[in-house]
């Protein structure tokens, strides 16, 4: 847990209220979600889209995982699907590879297999499994990649040597992780959503250093009282403003929140998570084992610019654009030098 000493006001009204069971991000939130990505990821949930930039985005990003696997290889591991991203379109443009998708939660494998099906993706398969104890052998993989999911461990170095054991000699790791610059030293932000069988409620606290976020979920009854006070919370929380997507918190909004929901509670959740740079990242790559780890470039950003300059020329433009832009700059950007994404070899 965090040192008490080192508590906003809300965390400390928080132990108070509702004292928190120290877990794991998958048990605390990715299990009581019905989708992580709002049922909405480009080559997912719905075709690519060149009027939409960030398709582009998206399909750069599989391009470059995709030029990633080492010739003659056919095994590749997706660290951390989350709702199956990247890897069922990793999977389709890759079809004489077979794709496995390994993530702790059990709801996120049976929505990636769910969409899997529905998406043709034959060749690729879920299973759950603990990222400091992956279900794989020895040297059995060819090419592993990673999108914002190693820093949602709570041992990401023990995930990280898992990842080097799994990997054959000259294989390779490719990873997007989640550059940590926060717009103030500190951010504390909110969420209130609703879940599988449940109402959450959700506080954040981030701080720049050092680089850390800690986060708390309060799950309630999605029936009786309970809605009509997480309503409430919503209605009132609806004009703060806006930080990574989430409801930047208030000064005492948050408390007042928590101390209408909490009686109410059946469980309280509390996670500590570590955050990195890229550069920090390439340096834990090579103490867990990798012989190489450079920072580059992300393709994603560029195509995305690249989307945005084709799409003024109109959208007949763009269509015809969208497959031969994505695919050459996911491809090129990704061996660019840079800071943004990190390439590991085994």
Sequence with gaps: ??????????????????????????????????????????GVDVPYDPRQEHH???????????????E????VLDFGPG??????????????????????????????????????????????????????????????VASHAL????DPEAAMRELARVLRPGGVLRVQSQVWALPAEELETMTLTEGVDCLLFTYARRTQEPARERRYVLA?????????????????????????????????????????????????SFVELRRWTPAWLADALLEAGFSEARTTAHPGDAARLAGRGVLRAGEAAAVAAFESVTGDLGRRVSREDGTAMVTAIR
């Design 1 to 42: 847990m965090a040192d008490l000493d080192d508590l906003t006001l809300t965390e400390q009204r928080w132990r108070e209220l509702a004292p928190p069971e120290a877990t794991a991000s998958a048990r605390a939130l990715y299990e009581r979600v019905r989708l992580w990505s709002s049922g909405n990821l480009p």
């Design 56 to 70: 582009w985005h998206y399909a750069a990003l599989v391009e470059d995982f995709a030029s990633h696997l080492p």
């Design 72 to 75: 003659g290889g056919s095994h």
């Design 83 to 144: 709702d199956g991203w990247p890897s069922i379109p990793l999977a389709r443009r890759l079809p004489a590879a077979r794709v496995i998708g390994i993530d702790p939660s059990p709801r996120r494998v049976a929505v990636s297999r769910a969409n899997a099906a529905r998406a043709g993706a034959t060749n690729a398969q879920f299973v759950a499994g603990d990222g400091a104890a992956l279900p794989v052998r020895d040297a059995s993989i060819d090419l592993a």
């Design 151 to 154: 820093e949602e461990c709570a």
């Design 220 to 268: 309630l009854p999605n029936e009786g009282d309970a809605v009509d006070a997480h309503r409430d919370a919503l209605v009132a929380s609806a004009t703060a403003p806006r930080a990574w997507g989430e409801t930047q918190v208030e000064e005492g909004a948050a408390i007042a929140i928590l101390e209408r929901l909490a009686p109410h509670a059946f469980a309280s």
